[in-house]
Nanobody, 124 residues
Framework: QVQLVESGGGLVQAGDSLRLSCAGS????????MGWFRQAPVKEREFAAA????????YYADSVKGRFTISRDSAKNTVYLQMNSLKAEDTAVYYC?????????????????WGQGTQVTVSS
């Protein structure tokens, strides 16, 4: 059994920062990669960032590179997404996800488990 729970979403002004957290429980030892995806209304869910659990290798979408930072705390089974210089275009529901295989870190369909999502709204 696996459960991912996101927290930290909210309403912020453009240019502000926000830190999302995703706590994993259950069989988290199976996770090779944890990632963050986001989905705005009437848009497809898109990749934002991912991290290899063991090696702390990170991956970022071009749209967030240089502004977002993904990190993990192995002792807490938690992954974070530090979002700086937020733009109105970042407004979306943000989902935490995990996968047991390391391939396809940017692909929605390659992830095995998903959190419930947390709303991030950036006003301009």
């Amino acid at each position: 059994q696996v459960q991912l729970v996101e927290s930290g979403g909210g309403l912020v002004q453009a240019g502000d920062s926000l830190r999302l957290s995703c706590a994993g429980s259950g069989r988290t030892f199976r996770f090779a990669v944890m990632g963050w995806f986001r989905q705005a209304p009437v848009k497809e869910r898109e990749f934002a960032a991912a991290i290899n659990w063991s090696g702390a290798t990170t991956y970022y979408a071009d749209s967030v590179k240089g502004r977002f930072t993904i990190s993990r705390d192995s002792a807490k089974n938690t992954v974070y997404l530090q979002m700086n210089s937020l733009k109105a275009e970042d407004t979306a529901v943000y989902y935490c996800a995990s996968k047991v295989r390391g391939q396809g870190v940017t692909m929605v369909e390659s992830y095995d488990y998903w959190g419930q999502g947390t709303q991030v709204t950036v006003s301009s």
